[in-house]
């Protein structure tokens, strides 16, 4: 590897870990976002209940 | 604007700085030297391990708070920022690692102190979070978690201080007593990298602590509905 391809790579490392964080807060995002609405069903529910 | 909401604007400037910093060191700086374009690494690679550095500080703080004045909210931050230097900390050794390759011709060097230290310093913490995922939640782990992050502090002098005392001299010293050993361009391109990196993870904490406070959140509000 010529010297421009490994300051590429460590370049691209750091750009490649701040990707993988953000994948996986998005994947946090749509967890909350399907727990949030289920509690907003079941809240519906004991609304509706009583 | 209170500090909740600046979120947003804080990561918007810390992608315009991040980008002015690739600018800065790429187009602006002038090529070293002695070691040619590898040495742009130099412009991530040391603001990362500072950051890295900064980040278990702030860690081990908020676990001297938790131990001093208590409060969950602190362990969860305490928690929050180790998991930041641990990132951090993990790219500082890739990206010094592929450094060492293109100046050194060597991927790692068992026999550089400064080198050994860091990955001692990284490990340590990232047996942090076994130590607290082997806890069940409470005020207990959060003490023990507190203990354990105040002690991995005292490995950053330590890990700091052992690239100015290293008796091999394969690890550069750039700050020097006499000042930084580089240009002002390369100085400033130096700088506003770091501040780049330093928002950078202010940004990833502050988005991290509020996912982590959500779900605490809604596992109450669970709790409270079934």
């Known amino acids: ?3 421009g391809e490994y300051v ?34 079941l809240a519906r529910g004991r609304r509706s209940d009583g | 604007m209170s500090s909740r909401n ?21 187009v602006v700086a002038p090529e070293d030297a002695d070691q040619g374009i ?16 900064a980040c278990f500080g702030l860690g081990a703080w908020k676990a001297l708070r938790l131990l001093w004045v208590g409060g969950e909210r602190r362990d969860l931050e305490s928690y929050t920022w180790i998991h930041q230097g641990t990132i951090f900390g993990a790219l500082t050794l890739i990206t ?29 913490y ?29 490995l950053i002098p330590v890990s700091f201080f052992a690239i100015r005392l290293a008796s091999d001299f394969i690890h550069p010293t750039v700050f020097t007593r006499s000042g930084p050993q580089m240009t002002h361009t390369m ?16 940004v990833m904490y502050r988005v991290e602590l509020v996912g982590k406070r959500t779900d605490a959140h809604l596992r109450e509000l669970r709790e409270a509905l079934t």
């Open chain 1, 1 to 3: 590897m010529s010297q």
């Open chain 1, 8 to 41: 590429a790579l460590a370049y691209g490392v750091v750009l490649v870990f701040v990707l993988v964080w953000v994948a996986i807060i998005a994947t946090k995002l749509v967890r909350l976002e399907r727990e949030t609405g289920e509690l907003a069903e």
């Open chain 2, 6 to 26: 600046n979120l947003p604007l804080l990561a918007f400037l810390t992608a315009g700085l991040l980008g002015l910093g690739v600018v800065l060191a790429f």
């Open chain 2, 38 to 53: 590898s040495q742009k690494i130099f412009y991530f690679h040391v603001p990362i391990a500072l950051t890295a550095y």
């Open chain 2, 96 to 124: 010094g690692s592929i450094w060492a390759r293109a100046s050194w011709g060597v991927w790692w060097s068992w026999g550089s102190n400064q080198l050994v230290l860091f990955l001692v310093l990284v490990l340590f």
């Open chain 2, 126 to 154: 990232c047996a942090y979070f076994m130590l607290r995922f082997s806890v069940d939640e409470g005020a207990r782990r959060e003490r023990i978690c507190a203990v354990y992050a105040l002690f991995g502090v005292a």
């Open chain 2, 187 to 202: 100085f400033t391109a130096f700088l506003v990298c770091w501040a780049a990196l330093t928002l950078l993870a202010y």
